[in-house]
């Protein structure tokens, strides 16, 4: 069964930063400058966030831009409650997507900031297919890429493929063996944060793509029954995941981040984990950024 194909990514999500109409978590910085509350799952605070604030303050706009960091797991659940009691931030990270849609009464159209800020013919300066997602159906631009992401990776630590002997799988079978060998010397199999949507959704949609991506998508669109047998077969192939062992035990109950992450890249204990990558965070096609 040469169906579920390892490193290969089908989807493409885009992450915005949207800018949030009337936000009242802006408060006054210690420098006595106003401050604009950013609130997303996605940059993290560090070297390339710092990179960016440095550009900001270099302009001197005498506005304090804060970065609240929120669990991707988190983020939407509270936002919403933000929102509505009217604790909402000033900007916030979104996914095209549902996500938009749901969130587009509360945020501005940035066209006109945009247009004064780069000229009409600014859409030039950005990656012609983030910005057709971004903007969508929804006939305005409610926000600007932050980045792109490729979804449905298996990452590996070749560390424990090179203590074992073994090779990176490249099909359902060998995938099988490798978790087998690894449970087999006490270790952890495939991670998998479950409880999260996302990354159930990134996994399915890859395997469902390499099965057969036109009916999955046209089931997707109604025009054919989910129960099609390629659907069906994909289907199988995702619970043999969680019923063969290959993902860890109690994979249901633990999130992405930073549950089975955290084992990873930090504590380095779990020799593979699924994920995707952010690799198109350039955002504009010459690479600046774009700050308001």
Same mark, same amino acid.
């Given at each position: 069964?040469?169906?579920?194909?390892?490193?290969?990514?089908?989807?493409?999500?885009?992450?915005?930063?949207?800018?949030?109409?009337?936000?009242?978590?802006?408060?006054?910085?210690?420098?006595?400058?106003?401050?604009?509350?950013?609130?997303?799952?996605?940059?993290?605070?560090?070297?390339?966030?710092?990179?960016?604030?440095?550009?900001?303050?270099?302009?001197?706009?005498?506005?304090?831009?804060?970065?609240?960091?929120?669990?991707?797991?988190?983020?939407?659940?509270?936002?919403?409650?933000?929102?509505?009691?009217?604790?909402?931030?000033?900007?916030?990270?979104?996914?095209?997507?549902?996500?938009?849609?749901?969130?587009?009464?509360?945020?501005?159209?940035?066209?006109?900031?945009?247009?004064?800020?780069?000229?009409?013919?600014?859409?030039?300066?950005?990656?012609?297919?983030?910005?057709?997602?971004?903007?969508?159906?929804?006939?305005?631009?409610?926000?600007?890429?932050?980045?792109?992401?490729?979804?449905?990776?298996?990452?590996?630590?070749?560390?424990?493929?090179?203590?074992?002997?073994?090779?990176?799988?490249?099909?359902?079978?060998?995938?099988?063996?490798?978790?087998?060998?690894?449970?087999?010397?006490?270790?952890?199999?495939?991670?998998?944060?479950?409880?999260?949507?996302?990354?159930?959704?990134? /996994?399915?949609? !890859?395997? @469902?793509?390499? =099965? +057969? #991506?036109?009916?999955? &998508?046209?089931?997707?669109?109604?025009?054919?029954?989910?129960?099609?047998?390629?659907?069906?077969?994909?289907?199988?192939?995702?619970?043999?995941?969680?019923?063969?062992?290959?993902?860890?035990?109690?994979?249901?109950?633990?999130?992405?981040?930073?549950?089975?992450?955290?084992?990873?890249?930090?504590?380095?204990?779990?020799? /593979?984990?699924? !994920?995707? @990558?952010?690799? =198109? +965070? #350039?955002?504009?096609? &010459?690479?600046?950024?774009?700050?308001?």
């Amino acid at each position: 069964m040469k169906r579920f194909i390892i490193l290969v990514s089908l989807m493409l999500i885009v992450g915005t930063s949207l800018v949030f109409a009337g936000g009242s978590q802006s408060r006054t910085a210690q420098d006595g400058r106003a401050n604009l509350v950013f609130r997303t799952w996605n940059p993290f605070l560090g070297e390339a966030w710092d990179e960016v604030m440095a550009l900001w303050e270099a302009k001197n706009t005498g506005i304090n831009v804060e970065l609240l960091q929120v669990a991707f797991s988190d983020h939407f659940p509270s936002l919403r409650v933000n929102i509505a009691s009217g604790e909402g931030p000033d900007m916030m990270g979104l996914q095209v997507g549902a996500p938009l849609v749901e969130f587009r009464e509360f945020l501005l159209d940035v066209t006109p900031r945009a247009i004064q800020t780069w000229g009409s013919n600014w859409e030039s300066q950005w990656f012609t297919p983030l910005m057709d997602m971004t903007r969508g159906r929804l006939g305005a631009y409610y926000g600007l890429p932050l980045g792109a992401q490729y979804a449905g990776h298996i990452w590996a630590n070749m560390y424990f493929f090179d203590r074992y002997n073994l090779q990176l799988p490249r099909n359902f079978n060998e995938l099988l063996e490798v978790t087998r060998v690894l449970r087999s010397h006490g270790e952890l199999p495939l991670m998998i944060g479950a409880r999260d949507d996302w990354i159930n959704l990134d /996994m399915f949609i !890859n395997i @469902a793509s390499d =099965v +057969n #991506g036109q009916a999955f &998508f046209d089931a997707v669109e109604g025009l054919v029954p989910f129960t099609h047998p390629d659907i069906v077969e994909a289907l199988t192939i995702w619970r043999n995941l969680f019923d063969l062992g290959i993902f860890q035990d109690g994979a249901l109950g633990v999130n992405m981040y930073s549950d089975t992450t955290s084992l990873f890249q930090t504590e380095q204990i779990a020799p /593979m984990i699924t !994920n995707g @990558a952010w690799v =198109v +965070n #350039g955002i504009d096609t &010459f690479g600046r950024g774009a700050v308001f």
